[in-house]
């Protein structure tokens, strides 16, 4: 591949200027004797959106799970800020700055939106931004509107407003957002793609799984393709799209 078109990927990350937030090197996990991550390797830098792209199957979502350790890695390292995270249970992964939303939601049915926000707060790491409960409504008003409603009765857009929000209010340096469109009316599609630019655009580092590609090439500084469990390409959201074979060979239904 000519250079300028990004970089197939042969277990190497292609290093980018700036500082360092998250390396995952060699990641390897299963599911029970299932081998679904084969060496996963790429970074993230401080401030960047970086997507992973590809197929259902391809091992996107079980990343997420493996750096924030809802998946144990068998093999690899997860380094945040330098320090190594493989191995360590989900709630210190969360304590040292790592945010997760997950695909499912995962609301507490039974507590009201307000509550399930106030569950979502800890201390801030240094250099994180801090949000507060009023910002969060003025991303999604309709929160604001439903603050003393039980979470388990609001609309899968709501819940997925929620689920976003609550994440933020850990105040992290990085976080993971697995699918958030999914299922999701078209207006909220939109809502939810500016809420991920502006989170961005405020200091928080992004990990983007998303199966609507205009979404993550517009809110993406980087992209990586993935199959077959492993990183197959990476590049920028244009070096991608210039590329239409590998387009065809990794990303076409």
Known sequence: MSAGIG???????????????????????????????HGVDFHVEQGEVVSLLGRNGAGRST??????????????RIRLRGRDLAGAAPYAICRSGIAFVPEEREVFANL??????RMGEQRAQQGAPKWTVEQMFDYFP??????????????????????????LLGNPLLILIDEPTEGLAP?????????IADIHRRGVSVVLVEQKLAIALKVSNRVCVMGHGRIVYEGTPAQLTANTQLMKDWLAV
């Open 7 to 37: 970089q197939q990927h042969s277990g190497q990350g292609v290093r980018q200027a700036g500082t360092r937030l998250l390396s995952v090197e060699g990641l390897h996990a299963h599911y029970g004797k299932s081998h679904i991550l």
């Open 63 to 76: 990343t997420l799970k493996a750096i924030m350790g809802l998946v144990p890695p068998s093999a690899g």
């Open 112 to 117: 009201s939106v307000d509550e399930n926000l």
């Open 142 to 167: 309709r929160l604001k509107e439903r603050r003393n409603t039980k979470a388990g009765s609001l609309s899968g857009g709501e819940q997925q407003m929620l689920t976003m929000c609550r994440s």
């Open 187 to 195: 207006k909220i599609v939109q809502v939810v793609g500016e809420a």
